[in-house]
């Protein structure tokens, strides 16, 4: 039984850890180490996807609250190629395959719960130490499997304040169109989580360079392309400056950077 992904990462960083994620390396052993937490620690029956050998319980831990635990087996397989007739003991794999259909280096990094020991497949700890973000797989396989990837990777660089490296940005830059296939619940959850960063522009830089905003609001792209317009400053640029001034409340941001929206369909 291993810990792995954010859980070990933020562990390492030292950060606050709220959701947990465990990888078992026996087939269908994430469902069976979830049907045990249910029956010896919640007393409740985990919520499970049994198309992927996902389960989920939400476990209550005395001076920490509601903390979830997300619980898989070692995977074969990306979710993209998963069919419904495929059994669930087809996508059982080992340590190493599960560890290349993770996003990035740093999430992929699995800490033994017995023994304390890390295994480090996809080099996280060296993209840790040079602060960079890099994806474990060619980013066009690691996106077609999540497009909201995309997302989390310029949240991750803009939380953290670390590099995204070449081929994963090149990946992003050639793969932004995907993330029209994601759901706008998705979409609307990562936005908010960069909107609430200390400096949300970092962010939303990221967000308009990569595409990313085009796809999903192009009324906001718009606004850095006015032209026959007396202004004294790019209005796109004005705006991430209201958003980072403006209070860590979402619907503050939310306001912030939508206030100047109606501009390019009005300024004439």
Not at 42 to 48: A, D, G, M, S
Not at 200 to 218: T, W
Request: proline fraction near 4%; glycine fraction near 6%; charge should be negative.
């Amino acid at each position: 039984i291993y810990l792995v992904g954010g859980c070990v990462r933020d562990y390492l960083l030292d950060r606050t850890i709220n959701d947990i994620n465990v990888a078992v390396d026996l087939q269908n052993g994430g469902l069976d180490f979830a049907n045990w937490i249910g029956e010896n620690i919640t007393k409740k029956q985990p919520l499970i996807l049994p198309r992927y050998g996902t389960a989920l319980n939400v476990v209550n831990i005395p001076e920490v609250g509601e903390v979830h635990v997300e619980s898989n087996q070692t995977r074969l397989n990306a979710s993209y190629t998963i069919t419904e007739d495929m059994e669930l003991e087809d996508n059982f794999g080992n340590v190493l395959s599960d560890s290349v259909l993770r996003d990035l280096t740093i999430n992929s990094m699995y800490l033994d719960v017995s023994s304390g020991e890390i295994l480090d497949p996809t080099d996280g700890l060296k993209d840790m130490t040079s602060h960079t973000l890099c994806t474990t797989n060619a980013p066009d396989v690691i996106f077609k499997d999540d497009p909201i990837r995309m997302m989390r990777i310029i949240r991750f660089a803009s939380i953290l304040g670390w590099d995204i490296d070449k081929t994963t940005w090149f990946g992003i830059l050639r793969n932004h169109e995907l993330i029209k296939t994601t759901s706008t619940e998705k979409f609307v959850r990562e936005l908010n989580k960069i909107l609430l960063t200390d400096k949300p522009s970092v962010g939303l830089k990221r967000l308009i360079s990569s595409g990313i905003l085009y796809d999903m609001i192009p009324e906001l792209y718009a606004i850095n392309h006015i032209e026959g317009i007396d202004i004294k400053e790019n209005i796109w640029n004005h705006t991430l400056k209201v958003v980072d001034n403006s209070e860590p409340i979402l619907l503050n941001r939310i306001a912030a950077l939508l206030h100047d929206i109606g501009k390019p369909i009005s300024h004439k």
